[in-house]
């Protein structure tokens, strides 16, 4: 080994003379690390879900408002079996995304991973959300990816 010399070549050290953290090195705080996974896709299932639930609630009244003013004016029972059809049809898409939009409130504040769950799958499933499925679909995949992961799912209570 040689003596250090004031003229002698050292290797560079880290930038700012400070070391990366090393994985597995620093205790975590594994709760705040699983609130921070799940926060991004449960805010975004919460707007394009409660989107949907607004959409879905709006067409349920304009099928309702429509159907009952045409079936006034002719009294044909086709147009009435037609509104009544259209309308639950908006109605469940209406509660499966409310359903959606519940099981992300509950997911982004780390409580019931069934329900969290259940949001995630019913936003995958492209009939339960009719037209806003390809807008909830990526979401749902996202929020179904972040809860597998089993320190997501031990830090639910």
């Not at 037609?82 to 209406?94: N, P």
């Not at 909830?136 to 089993?150: D, H, R």
Request: charged letters at 5%.
């Amino acid at each position: 080994m040689q003596p250090h010399h004031p003229g002698a070549f050292q290797p560079p050290g880290p930038p700012g003379g400070f070391l990366p953290p090393v994985p597995g090195g620093a205790v975590q705080d594994t709760h705040a690390l699983a609130k921070s996974q799940v926060a991004g896709p449960a805010i975004a299932l919460m707007i394009a879900s409660g989107c949907a639930c607004l959409f879905y609630l709006f067409a349920t009244v304009m099928v309702v408002f429509a159907g009952g003013m045409s079936f006034m004016g002719t009294g044909d029972v086709g147009s009435a079996a037609g509104m009544g059809v259209a309308s639950l049809m908006y109605l469940f898409w209406a509660l499966m995304s409310g359903l959606c939009f519940a099981g992300a409130l509950r997911m982004k504040a780390m409580k019931n991973y069934g329900l969290a769950m259940t949001s995630a799958v019913v936003a995958v499933i492209p009939c339960t959300t009719y037209v806003c499925c390809m807008l909830m679909m990526p979401f749902g995949i996202w929020a179904l990816i972040v809860l597998m992961k089993p320190e997501v799912k031990s830090a639910f209570t």
